[in-house]
């Protein structure tokens, strides 16, 4: 089901900036935050226009602070959909830089004036109020034969989704993949446009492939864990196996829900530039379940966010 909707591309938050999928890059993270935060009136007010324009009633954030300032702006009751925040995010870095501190007040003002908190599983820090809801994910929109019809894969033969969730990465061990030619390994990201070579499938970042969509019709999803992923690979019950960000406060929570979770293993970055975790694959494969049918968590949201609408 869609809907009709217009977007403005305007700069809403910093978050934390990669040095590369798995490592992040303090300095250029506070130079970033030092120019974003406090937020700037004009910022708010043009933001606040566009919004003011659309017609809108509600603002949904995903931890974004200029939508928590646009709704207080204009009047508009607000929620706050997340599983985690910054400013929780920021507090394990304080050893190392100090100046979060400003910013980690700054934001944690800013989230704690929304009325509606929603938290989706798996969330890292439970919020005294909030609604929780299960996770989050794109739904499946392409079937798995339709995905393999596309991608040209033969009969029943293996697929595996090689994926560090959107993030340039230097996959420099792929030709070691090349032992494993009764595999196919698609990998998102690794091309500027469609290729394929032996085995491999590279595919542009931006590409007509929905990741939810391969996910769901790969045999296994190996790779960087992230909330994406992993509610996509929970929504699909695909065997995962996921590299743990060394630093990122989040990865603990994600991990150990997937080990609850999932059909999964964690390995290491060198494991995965060893490439021998392919091994693995036929036993993860025979494990697999099937998915619990289980209603999404953006449906559980969905519904918060329609009583919030009713109340006013």
């Known amino acids: 089901m869609t809907a009709p909707f217009d977007y403005v591309e305007c700069h809403t938050d910093v978050g934390l900036v990669q040095a590369t999928p798995m490592d992040e890059d303090l300095p250029a993270t506070l130079g970033e935050l030092s120019n974003f935060l406090p937020l700037r009136e004009e910022s708010v007010e043009r933001a606040a226009e566009d919004v003011r324009s659309f017609g809108c009633r509600l603002v949904v954030s995903d931890i974004s602070p200029l939508g928590i300032a646009v709704a207080a702006k204009l009047g508009l009751p607000c929620a706050l959909i997340e599983n985690f925040t910054w400013d929780w995010i920021y507090r394990a870095y304080l050893e190392d830089a100090p100046r979060l501190a400003f910013f980690i007040d700054e934001l944690h003002r800013l989230y704690s004036s929304v009325p509606l908190r929603i938290q989706?599983?798996?969330?890292?820090?439970?919020?005294?109020?909030?609604?929780?809801?299960?996770?989050?994910?794109?739904?499946?929109?392409?079937?798995?034969?339709?995905?393999?019809?596309?991608?040209?894969?033969?009969?029943?033969?293996?697929?595996?989704?090689?994926?560090?969730?959107?993030?340039?990465?230097?996959?420099?061990?792929?030709e070691r993949l090349y032992?494993?030619?009764?595999?196919?390994?698609?990998?998102?990201?690794?091309a500027d446009r469609v290729h394929r070579e032996r085995n491999l499938i590279r595919l542009p970042h931006r590409t007509t492939f929905q990741h939810a969509d391969l996910v769901a019709a790969a045999d296994m999803v190996v790779g960087k864990l992230g909330y994406s992923t992993l509610a996509e690979v929970i929504q699909a019950?695909?065997?995962?196996?996921?590299?743990?960000?060394?630093?990122?406060?989040?990865?603990?929570?994600?991990?150990?829900?997937?080990?609850?979770?999932l059909v999964c293993e964690e390995i290491t970055e060198p494991e995965l530039e060893a490439a021998e975790w392919p091994g693995l694959l036929p036993e993860l494969k025979r494990k697999r379940r099937a998915p619990t049918g289980e209603q999404q968590g953006s449906q559980q949201a969905a519904g918060l966010l329609l009583d919030l609408l009713d109340s006013r």
């Open 179 to 190: 032992r494993y030619p009764e595999v196919t390994f698609v990998i998102p990201g690794a």
């Open 120 to 174: 989706a599983q798996p969330y890292c820090e439970p919020v005294t109020g909030a609604a929780q809801v299960s996770p989050i994910s794109r739904s499946v929109r392409q079937s798995a034969q339709e995905i393999r019809t596309r991608l040209q894969l033969l009969g029943d033969s293996s697929f595996v989704l090689l994926t560090m969730g959107g993030f340039p990465f230097n996959y420099r061990f792929l």
């Open 237 to 261: 019950e695909t065997p995962y196996l996921f590299i743990q960000r060394p630093r990122f406060p989040e990865s603990p929570a994600l991990a150990n829900y997937a080990r609850r979770r």
